[in-house]
């Protein structure tokens, strides 16, 4: 290890570790050591089992089979709390703060050194030190639930380290952040990893791994296809690590993108948003007065950082939020408040991150999903239904044995597969899609995209395309939609306008 | 130090010993085991008195058809419930009005004209209506809190429960007033409903009534047909798995809610008034001192032994009635062992109790493994 | 006026302190995120076997307060126990709360009469003498001290220290709350443990102080009273104390409303019906502020092994 001081030695080894969910194998068989005083990137696409590799980590799950070692001693997790313990934190891409809790109960919740009859005041100052150390500054009596997200993952950080953190897990947290804050973390990185510290960095993004790390493991399909040294990275061997022999298509403008299609066509307007607020489930404001106006086959990407309200603009959009104030039009007709029910009679479908959630219900079968939203009469006709879902099966590739399967059994890319057949043909009017291709994986989001683009060319099909990814979101729009803390801070035109002015808006 | 830990993981394998029968018959087992430990710990009952009775009980299953018939009708309105998330424990309240629509309409309304007059026909028609507006009766008590859930986002069990006491009040309060009986001996309780009024009893099988019989069979079939052929049906059972779902849909679930919670309470009603018309013919006093035979609570655990699936109530209920039977058995074949004031219900209610606690444990060994961790 | 007050006293404090404590005990183990179906049945439960302790216990120490006390504590401490294996079992398992808090319901009512008939047995077959404790001026005093304290006690704790944290952290997001490393079994076994011991005293005064005896089905309902007033409150200590004063005046009166023309069967069902009103309109007010709002993961299943 010519790169590691000579005092370095191994604080963790897997060996072997295999996980199965039903119906995937997330892990089949992986071993992987990590060294104090590294930055070390788990990198690999959608699906690959870098999450899942970490949380075996963490003591989040436990293994079906194989070994974990940390400084040389065997060890078992049982939770994360035993991964802790050894010094081991993970932090992942959703701040996992509980909403309803100050910051300072929050953290109380990780330190083991105080018992639990510690009265809660006592570790306000040094959270208040730890978090400018950071070099920012937090309330820590304010509610989890009013923090920004960057402030957030600030806390996240303040937790571990006032854990004594020995091996820092970071699963996707930086990926979205604008580069300045990203900076700001990479330095603390930097700081630890010289202490001795070890840093495992998550990420699907190559630039990034190449940018930080001292060692990569490529990952596919739950299989360590190779760990690099800092010396060896090279971001096309890389890509070719993780997709195998697939070529992977660079970001392409789609047909129908350039200004020339757009000349001269006069938009009519389907969707009129007036000076929206809505509220979070927690009771905050998500949507300060948004006001946007969406044409008739437009498609108007929404881009952001996670947690800046594109949740509860979705849901608005679909009418599964009620907004306390302003108006909403569709097609010419109020539909403020109205629920859900007007919106779908009108032809609207909704592609949902979480689609367990939101679309379908896991506990019944692919059928029952689809009959829920495609069958309008009294009496259910199962049996054309089930040719339905065969034909949605074979057309999207969706891997299932039969119609009448339960839901829950498929894999999340599965599972999504089939949100985008069943939604993709409920949209006679309008698509609201929200992370939609966050399941997906590479080649299936590039058809999905292409698609979007051809419902809205050929078929005159609004697209509200809200996503955290600003690639997708260029890809894909005709108008851009920057949304931060709840408000539009900027529109505009696709064509012609710069990815950093973008990123600069989002993190207003 | 020696640290334990739980890890619990789904199956990915199914076998034999998580069939549905086997885990439905092996709860019963362990149950009826635990149960027999309990009681002779506790009452010195040894387990050949309480597995000889329990054989008596089966054995003369007779006497199990009655209880089985109501459970079946019960316990499939609790299921209906259980598909749209609506834990009916009120079951015992809208039984209650049932049967207060029963003695209504049949002694204190223009209707109770008709039993006496010899008209066949409109005897048999009114009947019916009798029998359907205690179902009606029954609904408008599961709506209320019904109501209370949907738009208030109340939880349903507290409020379920505290009306089953209220329904008690309401007859007693009939009862021992305005509906008080003429011909009652020194006992507080209305008069008996006219002879015309009472349903028919099969020859050979007293226990049983041809329309009780009829109105089961109707009742299990229309509602596995509203369940698993109908578009509502496929609501409510989203409304039970993910509202969320059913709301994104295009639906409005508080709706939904207030229909599921409207036809259980319709069933319960039904069994109600059947109950009246065909074997109680009157209203006692202190009705909730067990004079419903308190099928209503009784009536969960088949709704939860059935897997909350119609196609089980009935196998269900056999079970639930055999379990039920016991405790009364117990006090008719044990007296001596028994303490005194010990109501036979109190038994039942321990089997009922350990016998859905066991299950509920093996039902979650069916579709997850638990692992105890040691750890040194 | 002395009258009054001495009426207040005496009167409403056995009510007072069996829903306060109850109650509270109540809010505890909901503010951990389990769904208390089951808290009618433990408290049926409760009731019984302090009776049964009690029996026993003057029988071999003699009649007198110890014994009385000593059951009081044994009630207090055996619903403890069984109150913290409801709680684990329901976080462990991944079953329907509802499904589990059901079945101790049943199963609560069932032991409680055969425990309340053990001792009925004994005390006829050896003649037992009991104390029980009278509804005195002094006793009433000590109990509404002791009630007092408990109500500071819960809210200190809930709120200033770190186990409080973690009840009410595990309440609101479990998952969350096990990834950063708290035990979530264990903290749900505590919670089970204190808001049970207190549920356990609540059932030992109703029977050792309020009623002074035992008859098949003590108990049943009152639960459920003590439960609406932990709703009433917010689930929140400091107001569950004067909304319990309301919800206790109210049972002790509406007897009394009979003389007032009221049939029996209509004046013992008011308690019942106000309970149920108060719920409603509870749950449709806005709760203003993170602290009134129900613990966000009542009720709902914790189960930790997620889809990859």
């Not at chain 1, 985008?420 to 058809?447: G, H, I, P, Q």
Request: aromatic share 10%; charged share 15%.
């Amino acid at each position: 290890m010519s790169f590691l001081p000579n005092h370095s030695q191994i604080v963790l080894r897997v060996s072997n570790i295999v996980k199965k969910f039903p119906g995937v194998t997330a892990l089949g068989g992986v071993s992987l050591e990590l060294y104090s005083g590294e930055i070390h990137s788990l990198l690999g696409e959608n699906g690959s089992g870098k999450s899942t590799l970490a949380k075996v980590i963490a003591g989040i799950y436990s293994p079906d089979s194989g070994a974990i070692e940390v400084q040389g001693k065997p060890v078992r997790f049982t939770s994360p709390a035993d991964a802790i313990r050894y010094g081991i934190f993970y932090i992942p891409q959703a701040p996992s703060l509980i909403e309803n809790l100050t910051v300072t109960e929050n953290i109380l919740l990780v330190l083991k050194s105080c018992g639990l009859l510690t009265k809660v005041g006592r570790i306000r100052e040094t959270i208040e030190e730890e978090v400018s150390k950071l070099g920012y500054r937090i309330d820590p009596d304010a509610e989890a639930s009013r923090l920004s997200y960057t402030q957030k993952q600030i806390v996240e950080l303040a937790k571990a380290s006032i854990l004594g953190v020995k091996i820092l897990i970071v699963d996707e947290v930086t990926t979205y952040l604008p580069k300045v804050v990203r900076e700001s973390f990479y330095r603390y990185m930097r700081h630890i990893k010289d202490e001795g510290k070890t840093i495992v960095l998550i990420t699907h993004k190559i630039g990034e791994a190449v940018d930080v790390a001292d060692r990569v493991t490529v990952l596919r399909s739950g299989m360590v296809v190779r760990t690099l040294e800092r010396k060896e990275l090279n971001a096309d061997m890389i890509r070719r690590l993780m997709f195998g022999e697939r070529v992977f298509p660079s970001r392409k403008e789609y047909p129908g993108n350039s200004t020339s299609a757009n000349v001269g066509k006069e938009k009519m307007e389907l969707v009129r948003l007036d000076d929206i607020w809505a509220n979070d489930d927690t009771g905050n404001v998500a949507l300060r007065g948004v006001t946007l106006r969406v044409g008739r086959g437009e498609v108007l990407g929404v881009a952001g950082i996670s947690g800046n309200g594109q949740k509860e603009l979705a849901e608005v959009l679909v009418g599964l939020r009620d907004v306390k104030r302003g108006h909403y039009y569709l097609d010419g007709v109020e539909v403020t408040n109205r629920g859900t029910k007007a919106i779908r009679a009108a032809g609207v479908g909704f592609i949902p991150e979480a689609p367990l959630h939101y679309s379908f219900s896991g506990d019944l079968s692919l059928v029952e999903n689809v009959a829920i939203t495609s069958s309008n009469n009294f009496f259910i006709r199962w049996s054309s239904l089930a040719a339905k879902v065969r034909e949605f099966v074979s057309t999207y590739g969706i891997s299932v044995a039969s119609p009448k399967t339960l839901v829950k059994v498929l894999s999340g890319g599965n599972v999504m597969r089939l949100a985008v057949a069943r939604e993709l043909e409920l949209s006679k009017k309008m698509l609201v899609a929200y992370n939609a291709t966050r399941s997906l994986d590479e080649m299936f989001s590039e058809m999905f995209l292409s698609t979007i683009r051809t419902l809205a060319r050929r078929d005159n099909i609004t697209v509200v395309y809200i996503s955290e990814s600003l690639d997708e979101v260029l890809a894909v729009s005709d108008r851009i939609a920057v949304i931060s803390s709840g408000k539009i801070v900027g529109l505009f035109e696709r064509e012609g306008v710069e990815r950093d002015t973008v990123e600069k808006l989002m993190v207003m | 130090m020696v640290k334990v830990g739980f890890v619990v993981i789904r199956r990915t394998k199914q076998n034999v010993l998580t069939s549905t029968p086997i885990v439905i018959l092996g709860s019963l087992v362990l149950g009826l085991l635990i149960s027999c430990v309990i009681i002779w710990a506790t009452m010195g009952i040894d387990i050949v008195s309480f597995f000889g009775t329990f054989y008596q009980t089966i054995v003369s299953y007779t006497g199990l058809l009655e209880p089985l018939v109501f459970l079946a009708i019960i316990g499939t309105a609790i299921t209906i419930g259980f598909y749209g998330s609506f834990w009916n424990v009120g079951a015992e309240g809208q039984y209650v009005m049932g049967m207060l629509g029963a003695i209504f309409l049949t002694m204190f309304s223009p209707l109770s004209s008709v039993f006496t007059q010899d008209n066949a026909l409109l005897t048999a028609l009114s009947k019916v209506v009798v029998v359907v507006f205690g179902g009606l009766l029954g609904a408008a008590w599961s709506l209320i809190p019904g109501m209370l859930k949907a738009y208030a986002k109340v939880t349903e069990v507290p409020v379920l429960l505290l009306m089953n006491y209220i329904a008690y009040n309401i007859s007693d309060y009939l009862t021992a007033g305005p509906w008080k009986g003429r011909y009652t001996y020194g006992y507080i309780r209305t008069d008996l409903i006219p002879e015309s009024a009472r349903l028919t009893v099969i020859p050979g099988l007293e226990m049983l009534r041809y329309e009780v019989l009829a109105a089961v069979a109707l009742i299990i079939i229309i509602a596995y047909i509203f369940l698993e052929h109908t578009k509502l049906g496929l609501k409510v059972k989203f409304l039970g798995t993910n509202p969320v779902a059913l709301r994104s849909s295009g639906y409005d679930d508080r709706v939904i809610t207030l229909l599921t919670a409207a036809l259980s309470g319709f069933v319960v009603g039904l069994a109600g008034s059947l109950r009246l018309l065909g074997y109680d013919y009157r209203l006692p006093y202190n009705i909730g001192d067990g004079k419903t035979g308190f099928y209503g609570y009784t009536a969960i655990l088949v709704a939860w032994l059935s897997f909350r699936d119609i196609r089980y109530v009935l196998a269900s209920a056999l079970i639930v009635a055999s379990l039920n039977s016991f405790g009364y058995r117990m006090q008719m074949l044990l007296k001596g062992l028994l303490p005194p004031g010990l109501s036979a219900y109190a038994i039942s209610l321990v089997l009922i109790g350990v016998t859905l606690i066991v299950y509920t444990i093996v039902r979650v060994l069916k579709e997850y493994t638990v692992k105890l961790v040691i750890k040194a | 006026m002395i009258e009054v007050l001495s009426w207040f006293i005496t009167s409403l404090a056995p009510a007072y302190i069996v829903y306060t404590l109850v109650a509270l005990g109540n809010l505890l183990i909901e503010r951990s995120g389990i769904l208390n179906i089951a808290i009618d049945g433990f408290f049926v439960l409760s009731s019984a076997m302090s009776y049964t302790y009690a029996i026993l216990l003057s029988q071999y120490l003699g009649p007198g307060a110890l014994a009385t006390c000593i059951s009081v504590v044994l009630t207090a401490l055996t619903a403890a126990i069984a109150y913290s294996i409801f709680t684990s079992i329901s976080t462990v398992l991944p079953v329907s709360q509802g499904a589990i808090g059901l079945s101790f319901m049943f199963a609560g009512y069932g032991l409680g009469a055969i425990v309340g008939n053990i001792g009925r047995i004994f005390f006829s077959t050896h003649r037992v003498r009991t104390d029980y404790i009278g509804t005195t001026i002094e006793s009433s005093i000590f109990a509404y001290t002791l009630t007092v304290a408990a109500v500071f006690f819960t809210h200190f704790l809930l709120y200033k220290l770190k186990l409080g944290v973690f009840i009410r952290a595990v309440g609101e997001d479990p998952r969350i709350a096990s990834q950063v490393g708290a035990n979530v079994v264990y903290i749900r076994f505590l919670s089970g443990l204190l808001g049970g011991s207190l549920i356990g005293l609540g059932g030992a005064l109703f029977t050792l102080w309020r009623i002074g005896g035992w008859s098949q089905g003590q108990g049943l309902n009152h639960g459920w009273l003590a439960y609406a007033i932990s709703i009433a409150g917010w689930r929140f200590p400091l107001l569950v104390a004067p909304v319990s004063v309301f919800f206790s005046s109210l049972y002790v009166l509406s007897p009394h409303l009979q003389s007032m023309s009221l049939p029996v069967e209509v004046s013992t069902a008011i308690p019942y019906a106000v309970s149920i009103a108060v719920m409603a309109l509870v749950s449709i007010l806005p709760k203003r502020g993170r602290v009134f709002a129900d613990p966000k993961a009542l009720g709902k299943e914790f189960f930790r092994e997620e889809r990859a």
